[in-house]
């Protein structure tokens, strides 16, 4: 009403639905019809695309351990298991990366513990969705740092899904929450 904008010319959208419809406009998903999507850039946002159409699981909400997912999996949990370690309080997720490289392996450690956490919930949703593809964005800058060993280790469990990284980011974001429009 403050705006004087028409409540049916707005509309909201979950950022990681956005993301996934976007990177499937732009191509990144071409050759899947299944897949498990995570965008990891504000949060543990979830998306799926199946059938031609991407829906919102809301997979940052599952039980998971003692909490639920975000709580283990979400971009807080990096900083917070980093000072629980060392009492060092880290700004992001680049910061970690960096002192991964020079803190006798503390690092190395909160990055091998995340893949874990993600191995074991990403097992649980790829067997349920029978997912042919995990996409995931964010984290670009440490992809290296976690996600070898969560490839390694579904693949010692027999799960030969393939993980892409998203490469469109933001742009996909903004194309696809442009896409409610048409």
Known sequence: EKTNVPADNIKIQNSAPAF??????????????????????????????????????DLWRSSFKDGIAVDYLGRRWFSKRYEEFTGHKIANIKELSSLADTDDGLGQLVFNEYSENF?????????YYNTDLVLIGGYNDVWDWYIPHVKDRLNDNRIRVPIKQAVHGDLATMIGAANQWK
Do not use: D, H
């Open 20 to 57: 996934m419809l976007g990177e499937v406009l732009l191509g990144a998903t071409e050759g899947y019809q299944n897949v498990l999507a995570f965008n990891l850039i504000s949060g543990f946002g979830t998306a799926r695309y199946c059938n031609g159409e991407v829906i919102n699981p």
């Open 119 to 127: 191995v074991t919930f990403l097992m649980q949703w790829i067997r």
